[in-house]
């Protein structure tokens, strides 16, 4: 692989996860003024899965992970990432839709052809 082509594959990547990340906190803001009630609902989804996972470790750690994640302000990232990676996921299976109508199109566009060539 050359150089430039490495370079603009680190671009691409940093420039997705750069808007990924971007679009969420719109989205997350226009919640916040049109449909507060998804953010609470959000919140408290996090929140139950934190004390959930918390509830599965053992004695001490359980009762750490949970003070750490929810007193120390560990509780609001992990609702910005799962909400980034839940914008990614999204954007990843319309991607791959695309795609992948776009390769049936290719193959029936090849397959329509095939019979016409000479060999």
């Known amino acids: 692989m050359s150089g430039s082509s490495t370079f603009a594959a680190w671009a691409r990547l940093h420039i997705f996860r ?3 990340a971007v679009l969420t906190l719109v ?3 226009l919640c ?3 449909d507060p009630e998804l953010i609470t609902w959000w919140l408290r989804t996090t929140m139950r899965m934190i004390e959930f996972v918390a509830a599965l ?3 001490p750690w359980g009762d750490q992970v949970e003070i750490t994640l929810k007193a120390l302000g560990g509780s609001f990232w992990f609702q910005i990432a799962s909400a ?8 990843w299976g319309i991607a791959a839709g695309w795609r992948h109508q776009k390769s049936r199109r290719r193959a029936r566009a ?5 019979p016409d060539r000479l060999d």
């Open 18 to 20: 750069t808007v990924t």
């Open 27 to 29: 989205l997350l803001g």
């Open 32 to 34: 916040f003024f049109y």
């Open 57 to 59: 470790l053992p004695y």
């Open 84 to 91: 980034i990676i839940l914008v990614r996921a999204v954007l």
């Open 110 to 114: 090849g397959a329509r052809r095939e």
